[in-house]
């Protein structure tokens, strides 16, 4: 153990510390004033991730890949930037958050306080240098996502989405710790930096186990993320869970859980040019992902096709949409997964919203056959779901259209050798058309249900709304901005030294 | 000494009857039981690891492995107690209510 | 033999805090034997009857209040460990400082464990 470079920059664990601390005070107002916590605490949290979001921008200037507190923090622009969409993530969840609690009559206190610490487990999860923090992280966000997914604590429903991504989720995080185990083992380090420096070095100290061992980290990683072959968890436990819940699960996890995934797989394990072992990890792992990628998005488009609910449709469009991210994996650069990840929880967030508010009270109307001639009654809710749809198919010039196409687009050009992943995804997001287009031919082309009322919007759900809306159609017409801070180097990339 | 790689198998052994027993156990309880097994066989291989390679990192990571499973057990415990309170049983067959 | 002097301190302040607690107990408490007060210690259960009873689900509430807290004793020990060494390279309040964030946090769970009424045994 050594003391030397420690490094305890506590400014770089500023917006970690920020939502922690803000998870624990509202755990606090909740057990001693439970009244004033259905009014202060959704303020209380909104503020607390507007300065969280302050502290990741304070961060920018200071990105460089020296790690702080041993290794096990990297302050580079893929954490700056995954942060800052993990925390726009949580600001829109929790403007939607307050009409939620109140229409179901929910505890407000913990949901809070709650999404407070899920929110600082995924950042941590972005911010991990080592293979420790990366686990702590998941498993932080993974615990706190586990209770919300069964708020609703009557409701047989949710009792069972919970169950079931709890046991689901800590089995894959168990194949995940074993994988990191045997990395750990075959190169004496958890540092991903380290890991990468052994490889380059070439001085694997079991090369066999370490391809265990990568493989394992593959499958948890594949489980998380929820893409094909280890997606069979996701329907039940999207359709079970309380919808707002549901699009909180789709997003925010799945964009941190990417960047962990980025970190150690594109950067700690991302060598094809080191000897031996090194290289032919990377041959593995690249294939096997473009592999899950095409499996992925095939089943999820096509299972797709035959759902009839709304949610349990985009939880297979959101395994699809894994398909689709994981191609980007091909350039072992992080700007297309961001890009994609960035447009994808925008469209994704507003499509559950909508899905949230026209469901009413216990999620009772779900189905699309709900939605029959609702179109001209509900304009402010029936065109933003169109425009999401259409932006989850493709089409521009809506944001999803754009992630699709850099994503595409960067893999064409950088691996020749797997284009056949590209033309499968291109097809797929064809076939994918249908089913988005379907529930706008519902909405506006079929007779209107009889016992249709309009649903209440609050302030606060408006303005969540509008935050999806126009990201969504700014990322499709602006997308340079963006892009321009994703393809920011950070300065220094090659002179790290390895840190045990 | 007993060789480490005793010390692996024993560990990949236990893994294998935790993923088995996920796999194949009825009851909640008993499949939670058996995930817990898996995260402290590897917990013998992160202590294994980390003796014969003089490290004390692998200690730390279970450490935190330890803790993680304790957060995990209650709430884990905490869905069981409130499935059973809504359900009466803690078969995993009964629990299909969501369907593909 | 000179290193095991602190241990056998320790020892001693044990024994005396155990025996001057159960003196005073004695001597201030009131005595009211019930009969289940008289009963065997079972942590509350029944001694006799049938093993293949129903426990009441308080009893897992304190036993999960009680694995979390004691499983965050284990970062403790190594802390402890290190305390010295550690001291040399930063400074020593700072090095106490940060234990001391950690156990803020438990007491902040354990007062929140309290407020919601987990260790009231008659509830509802």
Known sequence: MQFSNLNLDYFSILPEIITALAGVILMLIDAFSKKAGRKLSPMFSLFALVATLASIIALWPRASYTASFAGMIVNDHLRLYFALVIVACGIIATLLASQFLDDEALPPGEFYALMMFA??????????????MVFLGLETSSIATYVMAGYR???????ESSLKYFL??????????YGMALTYGATGTTNIEGIRQILIAGKVIYPQMLLVGVAMMLVGFGFKIATAPFHLWTPDVYEGAPTLVTAILATGPKVAVFAAFLRVFAEGLGTPTAPAVGAQIYDNWINALAVMAAIGMTFGN????????????LAYSSIAHGGYTLIGFLTTEYAPVGFYMLTYALMSLGAFAIVQMLAREGDAKTEISDYAGIGF????LSFPLAIFMLSMAGIPPMAGFMGKFYVFKSAWVSSPNLRWLVIVAIINS??????????IVVMFFRPPVSDFTKPRLSPMSQLALAITIIGTLYFGLFP????????????????VAVQK | MVPLSWYLALSAALFTIGVAGVLVQRNVISIFMCIELMLNSVNLTLVAFSRFLNQSTGQLFVFIVMAVAAAEAAVGLAIIISVFRNRETLSVDEESLLKL | MKEYLPILVVFLFVLGFAVTNLVLAHLLGRHRNTRAKLMPYECGIDPVGSAHQRFSVRFYLVAMMFIL?????????PWAVIFRSLSEKLSRPFVYAEMMVFLIVLLVGYIYVWKKGVFEWNRG
């Open chain 1, 430 to 439: 064809i076939i994918s058309v249908y089913y988005y287009l379907y529930p």
């Open chain 1, 377 to 380: 009654e509900v304009p402010n």
């Open chain 1, 480 to 495: 340079n901005g963006a892009l321009k801070v994703l393809q920011q180097k950070t300065p220094g990339a090659q002179q």
């Open chain 1, 153 to 159: 604590r009557t409701d047989l429903r949710a009792n």
């Open chain 1, 168 to 177: 689901l989720g800590s089995f894959s995080a168990a194949f995940l710790l």
């Open chain 1, 119 to 132: 929110t600082t487990g995924m950042l941590m999860m972005a911010s991990a240098g080592d293979l420790v």
């Open chain 1, 302 to 313: 096509i299972v797709a096709l035959a759902q009839r609910n709304m949610k349990r449709m």
């Open chain 3, 69 to 77: 807290f004691d499983i965050e004793a284990v970062f403790l020990l």
